[in-house]
């Protein structure tokens, strides 16, 4: 079964400085990820994902996320963080079911940003 | 619709009783799936279909949860003798294809507490 996990389920920077979310998948195939951003009391926004036609993924409101397969990893980046980026991020993977698929999230992390 | 719409937004029930809760995706959409949310985790896969039919349901935790998609669209998922600790936030999304490449549109969510 293929799996996320994100390291730090609290993440606090200060305005304009560099965000990271970490995140490593475990696949035994090919995976496709995911990372999705949810605001208080909102359902879950697709940021970016990546389906191997490049390492370099860019997403919405500046994210970007590079697919390490050497580290299993797919950590997201944002070079400077604003306020309105405060929420907790999903790091996810698709898995395939017979027939179809499902999409398995990490447990989350929160992004605080401080003024 | 413009998007997945899930109603009622807020729930609270008495351990015991019986509720329903419904999901309205986005038109044409052939997957649907159902992810319970608990606080400060991240969502845990219930359910999936594909048009109609439920391709899987590995993730309903007892005998006491069941979904239904009887047309192909709208969907609703219904638990019986509810309990404590089913109080969360219950998310819908679909899918325009059958692959897992394509990321899932999610609605708001429905919070459920039982009291």
């Known amino acids: 079964a293929q799996s996320v996990t994100q390291l730090g389920s609290h993440v606090s920077v200060s305005e304009g400085a560099l965000v990271l979310l970490r995140c490593n998948y475990s696949?035994?195939?090919?995976?496709?990820l995911f990372w999705y951003v949810q605001y208080p009391n909102q359902g879950l926004q697709l940021l970016l994902k990546y389906t191997s036609a490049a390492t370099l993924v860019k997403g919405i409101n500046g994210f970007e996320a590079e697919f390490k397969k050497s580290e299993t990893s797919f950590h997201l980046t944002k070079p400077s963080a604003h306020m309105s980026d405060a929420a907790e991020y999903f790091c996810a993977v698709s898995e395939i079911l017979g027939g179809g698929f499902k999409t398995i999230f990490g447990a989350g992390t929160r992004l605080f940003v401080k003024a | 619709g413009a998007g997945v719409s899930q109603s009622p937004r807020y729930k609270v029930a008495k351990r015991g009783q019986d509720v329903a809760l419904r999901c309205d995706p986005i038109?044409?959409?052939?997957?649907l799936f159902w992810y319970q949310q608990a606080l400060g985790q991240g969502p845990e896969f219930l359910t999936y279909f594909q048009n109609e039919a439920q391709l899987d349901k590995s993730g309903l935790p007892s005998d006491r949860f069941f979904a239904e998609r009887p047309e192909g669209s709208v969907s609703t998922l219904k638990i019986q003798r509810t309990q404590q600790e089913d109080s969360a936030v219950y998310l819908c999304?679909?899918?325009?294809?059958?692959?897992?490449?394509?990321?899932?549109?999610f609605g708001q969510g429905t919070r459920l507490t039982v009291v």
């Open positions: 696949s035994s195939v090919p995976p496709y």
């Open positions: 038109s044409g959409h052939v997957s």
């Open positions: 999304a679909s899918s325009s294809h059958r692959d897992t490449t394509t990321e899932a549109f």
